[in-house]
């Protein structure tokens, strides 16, 4: 063989070892395992494959790459979200020694007050509707739950059985939400009377079906509730408008409005009391007014009381003394004596120093007060002299709004407003930690890292000015110098070459050298006679943001700043700007505007893109982030191909400000919360960032190709690198890949918490395994598999339109039967006409019309009416005696009432023509004739009446005829010629 053909198959055979090699190394990565998994091993492949979080950070994540969208698959998926909301004290409820408190945003805060005087927060930020950042409202007590209402109607329950481990109670997952706003919840007795804002004025649940909520009963007029009360079987109920509605609640599963009062003034009740037959009603504008209940449904109003302020809680002192604590909407207290309602006392008042907070809720115990104060957080008083009362200690709420972040290294610096700023280290961005919250008891809007020294912070202060801080231990940040800005409010900073650009509210620029950090001094100042709203610095030149502008301003010269040029074409509320690479943009009431700034003193603008978000924008790399929900990111070196991505983003609240991490963004959402977010390249709700830990395919939904997807076997803890579909580590009899089709949770065996386990439900009920109601009829599914022998996928089982619940709860008939007293008649149709439908009454006539009701059902008549058509004519008379119809009060349709027929001409009612003279009997009446006479019809008697007009005339006729032929022929011939 020639030398050439054998190199050639050298190479050949060469090429083809490196590519089957290559070939091989690749499928060991890829190569997906079908194998059947033995629910045994599961936990021990889980443990092979889970790594140590810290270990692999500081192994995986030491270079600075970023990670760079390519495709429009790449979504966002949370990676972690840190919840350091402002607390909103709404609501207090006290069991034993232990003080439960709704603190809006913040969750559940639970405190141990068994020393009244010194009591301690063991529970706090408990986050009690998993996933969300809803406000908490209000809150109640019942075995061993707190019962909790969200802001937007979202019920749910927390274990505190161990109030120093507060357990979500795992059928709160999903709620019993409406959808609306919260109203206001009272459980007396196992009973949880919920007033909502829309829909439903009033729903009652029984609790007693742990954990499943049941309702009962529910009434609606489509009226926004917002405080109910309750004397024994009567509900008060304050409602938007001031209207008091009065409804009768003896009968939980069909409560009735009983009446409804108009609280004259009062557009809104904030609260609602009873004690001693008197209901106080704490309104908006007019005060609080006191009915006498004396007679519970008719409320009589004795007396009002009013101090100027907007009053929004009342709670009494004790039972024996009619001493009554008035919270009121600037923070305060009014003690009032209402032993005479028609003329109240004010006898004491307790008023914060500066004002703050609302009075949302009082609750007094063992001579101690307890304040829900809003944004005041809890305040607790000794009130042992009622009249003054005296502050034993506060739990104030925080009050930050994070609105600007800024990253390095592995630490998060944020501006969190009126409580200063925060330091996070972000190194594990699953696992956010607080290095510190340093309050600088100032409004802190804005900071910056130094760019020469890395340990100095740059902190900008609405009502102040600047403070510098060395942050060599970010755990203790110092503050070593201040620069006050007299007369005007600072905004933002930009810091450049040992200076700081502060932007003020009403004059422009400050420029501070910071060179010496200890000694910053000023070294100009820019006027300008409207507001700037945002800057942005590219080489010397400052682009500021005004109403509808964007003046350049050369700061080459940082002792001699000059204007050189004004962007104002067309511009409408330039809201956000930022700039790179020769390139402003500007976010312009939800347009974005590019222009080029190649030559500063005369931009052009080159794109304008609509239908963008208006929210805050930053450039990382080759990328514009938008910071709106979703979030957009354009590809700024493709800007005419307009490379344009929107990315989904789970909501946790609005944008406030965001930085670029190693492969994640990090997000402030105003009141301290913090969402980090990573890209997801194969949009499986995992972020890649996640993925690696997990060491799953980034690209690909289902590493293991066993029919689950990533997302839900990391959320069950299930294996995601081995095929695990056909394993069932909950024993429920459903494998983990008929769990995933069904939406179930793998690791739960009866995930609707219905007392049947998913697989029964599922294989041989066909029940619905994730909802304890399959037919939704109000009887949960082991209820009327295990207790009624109902069917669960048939709210009727019957088929007698009634539902399961009400024939078995309201009706007390039979489910199974029909016809529960077997007389014939169905039990809606005996409910429907006011029968009993427990009760054989079929053979009775209830309207005294010769029918029985059963023959009315038959013949489907009012059993309660005796005379259905109205006719005059009993039913039964129609039915049994004359044959007649009684729906039709004529049945032969001869204009002619049966009753008219049969009673007065005493005709035919079968027949429209009685005599067959073919006229109706109608017609013959009318015409006078005999309609049961067949020769006497109209046509008859008009020959005979014509006969009679016609003989007497030709007799007439004959007679002059024969009369005047007797005169010629005899008279005359007798009668003399000459006498003639």
């Known amino acids: 063989m020639p ?17 089957t090699l290559y070939v091989s190394i690749f499928l060991q990565f890829t190569q997906k395992n079908y194998q059947k998994v033995d629910d045994s091993n599961t936990s021990s492949n889980q443990q092979n494959y889970l790594k140590n979080i810290d270990s692999f950070f500081s192994n995986k994540f030491n270079s600075k790459s970023l990670f760079t969208p390519l495709d429009n698959d790449t979504q966002l998926s949370e990676l972690c979200y840190f919840d350091q909301n402002q607390g909103y004290t709404y609501d207090l409820c006290q069991v034993d020694d232990f003080l439960y408190v709704a603190n809006g945003e913040n969750g559940l805060d639970i405190y141990d007050i068994s ?28 075995n061993n739950y707190i019962y909790t209402l969200s802001k937007f109607g979202v019920l749910h329950r927390v274990n505190v059985s161990n109030p120093n481990n507060p357990q979500q109670d795992k059928w709160g997952l999903g709620g019993v939400g409406k959808g609306s706003p919260s109203g206001d919840l009272k459980i007396i007795n196992g009973t949880l009377y919920w007033g909502s804002y829309y829909g439903k004025d009033l729903s009652i649940y029984d609790l007693s079906y742990s954990p499943l909520f049941r309702e009962r009963g529910s009434y609606t007029n489509q009226q926004y509730s917002n405080e109910i009360t309750l004397l024994e079987k009567i509900a008060y109920i304050g409602q938007t408008g001031g209207k008091l509605s009065i409804i009768n609640v ?23 009391l009873i004690k001693n037959h008197l209901l106080f009603v704490v309104g908006s504008l007019d005060g609080i007014d006191i009915f006498d209940i004396t007679n519970p449904i008719a409320p009589v109003k004795v007396g009002n009381y009013s101090s100027g302020k907007r009053l929004l809680s009342i709670s009494p002192l004790n039972e024996e003394q009619n001493i009554y604590f008035i919270g009121n909407d600037q923070g305060g207290v009014e003690i009032i004596d209402f032993s005479n309602p028609s003329v109240p006392i004010k006898i004491g008042e307790y008023q914060n120093v500066d004002g703050e907070g609302q009075i949302e809720s009082l609750l007094v115990s063992d001579n101690i007060l307890y304040l829900a104060a809003g944004r005041g957080g809890l305040q607790i008083f000794d009130i042992q002299n009622y009249s003054h009362p005296m502050k034993i200690t506060e ?31 972000i190194s594990n961005p699953f696992d956010i930690k607080i290095l510190c919250d340093f309050s600088t008891q100032k409004e802190v809007v804005d900071l910056a890292l130094s760019q020469i020294n890395s340990d100095l912070l740059f902190v900008v202060e609405k009502n102040f000015g600047l403070e510098i801080f060395d942050i060599s231990n970010p755990l203790s940040p110092q503050n070593i110098s201040q620069f ?6 600072v905004e933002s900073l930009i810091v450049e070459n040992g200076l700081i650009y502060l932007l003020l509210d009403s004059a422009g620029l400050e420029i501070i050298n910071v060179t010496t950090p200890t000694s910053p001094h000023k070294i100009n100042q820019f006027f300008v006679d409207e507001s700037f709203r945002e800057f942005c610095l590219q080489n010397d030149y400052l682009f500021c943001s005004t109403a509808d502008e964007i003046k350049i301003i050369n700061i080459s010269i940082p002792t001699d700043p000059i204007e050189i040029g004004v962007i104002n074409s067309n511009l409408a509320n330039p809201s956000s700007l930022t700039i790179a690479n020769d390139l402003l943009f500007i976010n312009d009431e939800g347009e974005l505007i590019i222009y080029n700034i190649t030559i500063i003193g005369a931009p052009f603008v080159i794109k304008k893109i609509t239908g963008i978000p208006i929210a805050k924008m930053f450039i990382e790399g080759n990328y514009l982030y938008i910071l709106s929900d979703p979030i957009h990111i354009l590809n700024i070196t493709s800007i005419n191909g307009e490379e344009m991505f929107v990315l989904e983003i ?8 965001g930085a670029f991490g190693e492969r994640f963004i990090y997000c402030v959402l105003g009141k301290e919360d913090s969402l980090v977010l990573g890209f997801d390249r194969d949009g499986d709700r995992i972020a890649d960032l996640r993925e690696e830990l997990l060491e799953t395919n980034p690209y690909e939904e289902d590493t293991d190709q066993d029919g689950m997807s990533d997302y839900f076997e990391w959320l069950y803890s299930l294996n995601p690198l081995v095929n695990d579909s056909y394993s069932n580590p909950d024993n429920d009899g459903l494998t983990n890949i008929e769990e995933f089709s069904l939406f179930l949770n793998p690791r739960n065996p009866d995930t609707d918490f219905d007392r049947i386990k998913d697989g029964i439900e599922q294989n041989l009920y066909g029940t619905k395994p994730y909802h304890p109601d399959s037919d939704r009829d109000r009887l949960f599914d082991f209820e009327e598999i295990q207790i009624f022998d109902t069917n669960p996928l048939n709210e009727d089982s019957d088929n007698d339109q009634l539902n399961d619940y009400n024939e078995i709860f309201l009706y007390l008939t039979d489910p199974l039967s029909n016809d529960s007293d077997s007389d014939g008649l169905p039990d809606s149709y005996e409910l429907k006409n006011d029968f009993n439908p427990l009760v054989a009454d079929s053979s009775d006539d209830s309207d005294n019309d010769g029918l029985t009701n059963l023959e009315e059902y038959h013949l489907e008549l009012n059993p309660w009416v005796a005379d259905y058509d109205g006719d005059g004519l009993l039913d039964g ?22 009753y008219q027929e049969v009673m007065e001409y005493q005709t035919n009612p079968l027949l429209a023509d009685s005599d067959g003279d073919q006229f109706s009997d109608a017609e013959e009446i009318s015409e006078g004739t005999d309609p049961n006479d067949p020769k006497d019809n109209p046509e008859i008697r008009s020959i005979k009446n014509m006969l009679s007009i016609i003989l007497p005339i030709f007799g007439g006729v004959l007679l002059i005829g024969l009369l005047w032929f007797i005169f010629k022929k005899v008279i005359r011939k007798k009668i003399p010629k000459n006498e003639v």
């Open 250 to 272: 003896s009968n939980i599963d069909c409560p009735t409005l009983i009446k409804t009062y108009e609280t004259v003034g009062n557009p809104y009740i904030y609260d609602l």
């Open 115 to 142: 020393n009244r005087s010194s009591p301690i927060k063991i529970a706090t930020n408990y986050d009690c509707i998993f996933g969300s950042n809803e406000e908490l409202r209000k809150i109640d007590f019942y």
């Open 3 to 19: 030398n050439g053909k054998l190199r050639k198959l050298l190479v050949f055979l060469l090429s083809l070892f490196i590519l």
């Open 484 to 489: 006050p800005i007299e007369n005007h409010l």
């Open 877 to 898: 008379e129609e039915i049994h005696l004359y044959g007649t119809s009684p729906f039709d009060s004529d049945t032969d349709d001869d204009s002619l009432t049966d």
């Open 395 to 425: 739990f104030r709420n925080n009050e930050g709004v994070a609105n600007k972040v800024v990253l390095s290294e592995d630490i998060a610096f944020i501006a969190n407003g009126k409580a200063g700023f925060r330091i996070e280290n």
């Open 650 to 657: 789970p909501y946790r609240g609005s944008i406030r400000g």
